[in-house]
């Protein structure tokens, strides 16, 4: 059930109530709070995915029925604080937020400077800052994220963007947001989520006719249209889904782009650069995007000749991926404004089983020499568990300033015969990592919504993990099954282990601003 559909419910219902609360995920959106203002007091609800026990009823209900006369803010400050603290004793390793929103405040402070905030983005993208605007987005916290559904603390991303209509939204939502805590694991947590598109823009234009149906002012959708047409117009100019590969590199036909692939598009598009793009994605250029989902494209926010010139100066050149041996490191050199264009940086390692390839996933390992050159980590080691390698792919690190950290990471795996991502966790107290429990794995990583909770692994239960396979012909196969099925125990050990005696090759992959990958050369580690 939507928002629009939800909306239609609590409409029709005719009651308004002292709190809506959500035992849900993913529901303490500001988009949630313009859709609930008109049938409640408060919104009671979860930035992140809840852990699978929920709500802790006992407490609050019993302190409700002591005491009828309870300030609703008072009983939602029992379900905050009970919640939180029986997932911290109870669900080691998952991320925990629950938060009260006053939504009278919420409707009367929150539009207007909404509106600005909206206003001052799209400002910043007429006057070609878009990289700014990417790079406050990168950065800032984001909730469910393997599942790219794109939800953001929304003050925390005002922050980041630093505008004063920005500085205003903050001072409001921090007023209207009477009650926040989150488990110790996770930052930037501050009680009102939004969605802002970043990792998948196949999803703006139905989000944004959702926008419609509930009434939410359209210069935020406007906004994020305006953005995801220029992130995605980056991606085409990087050279669209071929650049998102790493099957090049890995079978040796790496080939450093170099050609003005956005004159190309304005040349076969009549000089229409708008039509070219559009062109390009119904054509295949943007995975998850097609003729159905692209009318975002319309709203690019600069004219054909500047975005043309700002793709083309704003590109990511894989002509400089190129591993250099010095002594017995290799090491990648990239200009000062080079790495202003790179968001993230992983490991990739293959493993030649003597069929063909075994790819084994990302992993944030990586140094700098003194000159800022990246150095290649060679060691064949990686992800174990219980001594057996498995796919790992890297998702989330977190760094505090007392110098705690958390990094998270998935194993795909079938669990008992359901696919499911094995969530694996390194933080200070488990410097060597643990398996925190499993998560239902999705189609292509995407969903509109997210299960709750992670299933508790259990003495007994069987586990299979899973790997992509390459032929040698360079055509992916499947996902195979790597190792022997495993029993859990009740001591499972996470480790880093050599991978096995044959020879594998190791690349990096660096994203860019436009959360296009590009994957360096490989190198070949016998």
Not at 74 to 92: H, L, M, S, Y
Not at 290 to 312: E, G, R
Request: charged content about 20%; overall charge negative; some cysteine.
């Amino acid at each position: 059930m939507d928002l629009a559909k939800l909306d239609r419910a609590l409409s029709s219902g005719g009651v308004t109530f002292d709190f809506i609360g959500f035992d849900a995920c993913l529901m303490a959106t500001a988009e949630t709070a313009f859709m609930t203002e008109k049938y409640a007091d408060y919104l009671i609800a979860s930035e992140e995915t809840e852990p699978g026990i929920g709500w802790y009823y006992t407490n609050w209900l019993s302190a409700l029925g002591r005491n009828s006369s309870l300030p609703t803010l008072e009983i939602g400050k029992n379900i905050v604080d009970d919640f939180v603290g029986t997932c911290a004793k109870q669900c080691r390793g998952q991320k925990t937020t629950l938060s009260v929103i006053d939504l009278a405040e919420f409707a009367n402070t929150v539009p207007e400077c909404m509106s600005g905030f909206a206003q001052s983005i799209s400002t910043e993208l007429k006057n070609e800052n878009y990289q700014r605007i990417s790079n406050a987005r990168y950065n800032t916290r984001e909730f469910a994220q393997s599942s790219k559904i794109d939800q953001v603390d929304l003050i925390h991303l005002a922050e980041n963007i630093g505008t004063p209509q920005a500085s205003d939204l903050v001072r409001v939502l921090k007023s209207a947001v009477k009650y926040n805590q989150s488990s110790r694991d996770i930052t930037h947590a501050n009680g009102v989520s939004i969605y802002f598109p970043y990792k998948a823009a196949s999803k703006v234009d139905s989000a944004c006719s959702t926008y419609s149906q509930i009434g939410m002012d359209s210069d935020y959708a406007r906004a994020i249209r305006q953005f995801a047409s220029m992130e995605t117009g980056g991606q085409i100019a990087s050279g669209g889904s071929s650049a998102s590969s790493p099957v090049s590199s890995l079978f040796g036909s790496f080939m450093p782009s170099g050609s003005d692939i956005m004159s190309e598009i304005i040349s076969q598009a009549g000089g229409e650069l708008v039509n070219g793009l559009m062109s390009s994605i119904s054509s295949g250029a943007v995975s998850g995007l097609d003729i159905s989902n692209i009318s975002f494209m319309k709203d690019l926010p600069v004219s054909d000749d500047s975005a043309s010139a700002f793709f083309s100066s704003n590109r990511l050149d894989e002509s400089d991926l190129i591993w250099k041996r010095n002594g017995s490191d290799y090491t990648v050199s990239l200009s000062e404004k080079q790495w202003e264009l790179v968001h993230g940086l992983d490991k990739n390692m293959f493993y030649d089983d003597g069929s063909g390839y075994i790819d084994l996933g990302t992993d944030n390992v990586f140094d700098f020499a003194g000159n800022g050159d990246l150095i290649a980590d060679t060691e064949k080691t990686w992800v174990s568990v219980n001594g057996q390698p498995v796919a790992y792919y890297h998702m989330d690190t977190t760094e505090y300033g007392d110098d705690r950290y958390s990094i998270s990471g998935y194993v795909p795996a079938f669990l008992n015969g359901d696919r499911v991502n094995l969530i694996v966790v390194y933080d200070n107290n488990n410097p060597d990592g643990y398996i925190a429990g499993a998560s239902a794995d999705y189609r292509d990583g995407e969903t509109d919504t997210a299960a709750k909770s992670l299933t508790e692994l259990r003495k007994g239960d069987k586990l299979d993990f899973i790997c992509d396979y390459y032929s040698y012909d360079g055509e992916y196969i499947d996902s195979f099954y790597i190792g022997k099925q495993m029993t859990v125990s009740s001591d499972m050990k996470i480790s880093d282990t050599v991978v096995g005696e044959r020879a594998v090759k190791i690349m990096y992959r660096f994203t860019d601003i436009y959360n296009q990958a590009h994957w360096t050369e490989a190198i070949d580690i016998k």
